[in-house]
């Protein structure tokens, strides 16, 4: 019989960001090309009875292959990355390109590019890191970027050499407004910061527990109020990466009542650990550690809440591979306080199954039931929406065949060992989930089957990305910004 597609998966139930239904599904040319029950033949076939079908994670927040503003190299390749996030269900990355200081932000793209094509196994995209917002960079590399496919910007209102403070903000979020890009921030109050690590190591408070008490709570919503106001007053949307907190989440709320176009994510880490995962002995706190730190259990309470709501709009990994050893945690000596430890986890394998047991397994009661939805929408449907990746997230014809099958019902218990990173070790370790994404496949080709890598690298695809709706301004002007009501003064061109 001749084959009609290169591939069916038949017997399955595709998921959804608005329900599941029992179909086949079938791809030719990398695309899906049809949903129904009875499809004709593939030349390859794919039994999926009593599994789901679902479109491949989209992670929008990940460092790989990336030096931090110290100097350090995290422990991932792109290809051992793409590995991890494969074996976790993702089909999609978007990683950073980081400029520091005294960086030419054209060089460090080209030469991020030139890594990740050498090394991707799944598709992916990136931010741009800007924490030299010099002439050159805000007039000419920033407008050229955007309009060769990269559109989103990050930007850090913390730490010593890479933070951009107020009035650079300003310029940044006039240069995207006016090339119709996406500003993505970390946003927290610098000089609370800086003033508790110093004090809490001056009074000899420096195990890796006392991480969790340096970044004060009011830092967060502080600074989110600070980053809303100046991104309202010159109409810009944002995204507002890893919300920690209650009061963060309340903030964000409050500007998207008032029809502000604010943006945001949660972490995993911040939805399952609190800052008493890093009480532990010596220093093995540090596995722990990361920026902001996890907070309180009522603190994970409001952010599933705010995920329910709608005020926060996916759940990224922020993965930020650092070995516990010389290399990474403890690059500054075996006996380092608190401020000297490499802050980040790694997430990128861990994040779909831990998401999946709360919302799907579990069922998280704020979702009414409808978890599987919730689950596809925040990993993949409403990433692909906000970043612009047009055949991402869904499962519909002429998108593109990412596809993760689940056995909804196989139970699994997280260790280190498993994990495909470099990082050799997981902060989840040790829990237990039930579901796992037992085999992958972007564009139509298996990623991973059989518990196997099938991927080579390189094959992962860049993808060009435009501004797209999440980038378009409200058209809402203040009237500081209004020229009909501040005496003519047209300050956004």
Sequence with gaps: MTANYDLVIRGGTIGSATGSFRADLAVKDG???ALGLGLAPGAREIDATDKLVLPGG??????VEQVSAGGLLNADTFESAMAS????????????????????LRKVVDDYAGLARRGALIDYAFHLIVANPDAKTITQDLPALIREGHASIKVFMTYDLIKVDDEPLLDLLLTA???RALICVHAENHGMISWMGKKLVEKGYVAPKYHAISHPRGSEAEAFNRLITAAELLDQPIMIFHVSTAEGAQVI???RGRGLKVFAETCPQYLFLTRHDLDKPGLEGAKWMCSPPPREQADQDALWQALALGDIQTVSSDHAPYRFDETG???AGPNPNFKQIANGLPGLETRLPLLFDALVSKGRPEFAGRGLEAFVNLTATAPAAIYNLPGKGALLPGYDADIAI???RKAVTITDEAMHDRTGFTPFAGRNVTGWPER?????????????LRARPGSGRWLRREGGPAAAPTGRLTADMDPRLNFGATLLE
């Design 177 to 179: 407004r006016q090339n």
């Design 329 to 331: 945690k403890l690059s």
């Design 253 to 255: 709320r409050d500007a």
């Design 440 to 452: 992958v496949l972007v564009r139509g080709d298996d990623v991973v089957a059989e518990s196997a």
């Design 58 to 63: 989209i992670d929008t927040h990940a460092h």
């Design 31 to 33: 695309k899906v090309a």
């Design 406 to 408: 689940w056995d909804p």
């Design 85 to 104: 996030a494969a074996f976790g269900g993702n089909t999609t990355l978007i990683s950073f390109a980081a400029q520091h200081r005294g960086l030419d």
